[in-house]
């Protein structure tokens, strides 16, 4: 079998931009990935482009080989754009593989490990009473975790405001949805050091299951100081492309969750690396999956098949979104993503529809700004 040809897709839907990415070969089996980044779209076309000239022609199912071959065949590392488009590719070779064998992508990957895999929702957070309203709409149907952001006032995050805020909110939440359903808080970046750890000494009372990003990422020795100061579980990593930025984080034992986001960390290939390097730290996965129904599967896969699995985001059910261009997903039930048990990745795509859907727009993430009118981080 050989690689024939590389379709990448960038579009955009309901205001959102996707990029998936299929790989076809000579035996008429056909492979999709996703990529993460969807503000970066045009960049990861570009990259598709050059990544398709090393590609094409090679043995499919050499998937570490082309792995290799296209993150260091650059020989200047590729940063996160690069990345992204890597990890859509290295997915579609899993569910080449898959459905040429017959058998789920778990199975690959050593067998399932685990029955099902939890995952939380996103709740809307965009006024207190709203974030109450979702937190009892989702833990009724089934939702074992209640998630949200940091919160700005409109446009706004002053550090003050947003700590008091996180910790009352924290605590009313905690207050309608009883003990037994887990937290998550997201700080997105959006507190330095000596605010988010102020932040989080305040929450130990409340039990999250994890802070989330509570400061930047770029400076990995702040994260010794938050670690030391803190009893709060934190997460991190979703920026993190290729094994050797999450170095430090293991190593040091700085995070209680990893944060990989298989869309942008190199795939399925890197991620399963990175997932047994925490093992040996007892670091748990938290999957990042803030994107398509691609993502969702590939995550699955790999959760199935990890031991020091935590959770894996899921923002809505699987089959709630994309269906005309995914009519076959996932299936989620009361909290859970369940094994599929076609082969591949166990979805469907229309490539008709992705053909005829509306083309990616060049796009930046939305802002925030403090009091003054200075920027600061979304």
Same mark, same amino acid.
């Given at each position: 079998?050989?690689?024939?040809?590389?379709?990448?897709?960038?579009?955009?839907?309901?205001?959102?931009?996707?990029?998936?990415?299929?790989?076809?070969?000579?035996?008429? /089996?056909?492979?999709?990935?996703?990529?993460?980044?969807?503000?970066?779209?045009?960049?990861?076309?570009?990259?598709?482009?050059?990544?398709?000239?090393?590609?094409?022609?090679?043995?499919?199912?050499?998937?570490?080989?082309?792995?290799?071959?296209?993150?260091?065949?650059?020989?200047?590392?590729?940063?996160?754009?690069?990345?992204?488009?890597?990890?859509?590719?290295?997915?579609?070779?899993?569910?080449?593989?898959?459905?040429?064998?017959?058998?789920?992508?778990?199975?690959?990957?050593?067998?399932?490990?685990?029955?099902?895999?939890?995952?939380?929702?996103?709740?809307?957070?965009?006024?207190?009473? =709203?974030?109450?309203?979702? !937190?009892?709409?989702?833990?009724?149907?089934?939702?074992?975790?209640?998630?949200?952001?940091?919160?700005?006032?409109?446009?706004?995050?002053?550090?003050?405001?947003?700590?008091?805020?996180?910790?009352?909110?924290?605590?009313?939440?905690?207050?309608?949805?009883?003990?037994?359903?887990?937290?998550?808080?997201?700080?997105?970046?959006?507190?330095?050091?000596?605010?988010? /750890? =102020?932040?989080?000494?305040?929450? =130990?009372?409340?039990?999250?299951?994890?802070?989330?990003?509570?400061?930047?990422?770029?400076?990995?020795?702040?994260?010794?100081?938050?670690?030391?100061?803190?009893?709060?579980?934190?997460?991190?990593?979703?920026?993190?492309?290729?094994?050797?930025?999450?170095?430090?984080?293991?190593?040091?034992?700085?995070?209680?969750?990893?944060?990989?986001?298989?869309?942008?960390?190199?795939?399925?290939? =890197? !991620?399963?690396?990175?997932?047994?390097?925490?093992?040996?730290?007892?670091?748990?996965?938290?999957?990042?999956?803030?994107?398509?129904?691609?993502?969702?599967?590939?995550?699955?896969?790999?959760?199935? !098949?990890?031991?020091?699995?935590?959770?894996?985001?899921?923002?809505?059910?699987?089959?709630?979104?994309?269906?005309?261009?995914?009519?076959?997903?996932?299936?989620?039930?009361?909290?859970?993503?369940?094994?599929?048990?076609?082969?591949?990745?166990?979805?469907?795509?229309?490539?008709?529809?992705?053909?005829?859907?509306?083309?990616?727009?060049?796009?930046?993430?939305?802002?925030?700004?403090?009091?003054?009118?200075?920027?600061?981080?979304?």
């Amino acid at each position: 079998m050989k690689i024939t040809a590389l379709e990448p897709f960038a579009i955009e839907v309901n205001g959102r931009n996707y990029v998936f990415c299929v790989v076809d070969t000579d035996d008429g /089996i056909s492979g999709i990935g996703e990529a993460g980044i969807g503000y970066r779209a045009h960049s990861i076309l570009g990259a598709f482009k050059h990544l398709e000239g090393q590609i094409v022609g090679q043995d499919p199912s050499r998937i570490e080989h082309l792995w290799q071959l296209m993150y260091r065949g650059g020989f200047f590392p590729g940063g996160n754009v690069v990345a992204s488009a890597i990890s859509a590719i290295d997915i579609a070779l899993w569910d080449i593989k898959g459905r040429a064998l017959g058998v789920p992508v778990y199975e690959l990957l050593g067998g399932r490990v685990r029955e099902r895999v939890v995952c939380y929702p996103h709740n809307r957070a965009n006024t207190l009473d =709203e974030l109450l309203e979702s !937190a009892r709409e989702t833990t009724a149907a089934g939702w074992k975790f209640v998630r949200w952001g940091l919160a700005p006032r409109e446009d706004v995050i002053e550090p003050r405001h947003a700590i008091r805020d996180g910790v009352g909110w924290v605590e009313e939440v905690r207050k309608v949805v009883g003990d037994e359903v887990e937290l998550c808080l997201d700080v997105h970046t959006r507190l330095d050091p000596s605010f988010a /750890i =102020e932040l989080a000494n305040a929450l =130990e009372p409340y039990r999250l299951f994890f802070l989330e990003d509570p400061i930047r990422s770029e400076n990995t020795h702040s994260f010794h100081r938050l670690r030391a100061a803190t009893r709060v579980p934190l997460a991190a990593g979703e920026q993190f492309a290729g094994k050797w930025a999450f170095q430090e984080f293991v190593e040091h034992d700085l995070i209680d969750y990893a944060r990989v986001d298989l869309c942008i960390v190199g795939g399925l290939s =890197e !991620a399963r690396k990175v997932a047994g390097w925490c093992e040996t730290h007892y670091i748990r996965l938290a999957t990042h999956n803030p994107l398509g129904p691609v993502s969702s599967a590939a995550c699955l896969h790999l959760n199935l !098949a990890t031991s020091n699995f935590g959770v894996q985001e899921q923002p809505v059910r699987p089959g709630s979104t994309l269906t005309d261009l995914f009519p076959v997903q996932v299936e989620w039930r009361d909290g859970y993503l369940l094994p599929p048990s076609r082969p591949g990745l166990g979805i469907e795509f229309d490539r008709e529809a992705l053909r005829r859907a509306a083309p990616a727009q060049a796009s930046s993430a939305p802002r925030l700004r403090r009091s003054d009118g200075s920027f600061t981080n979304w």
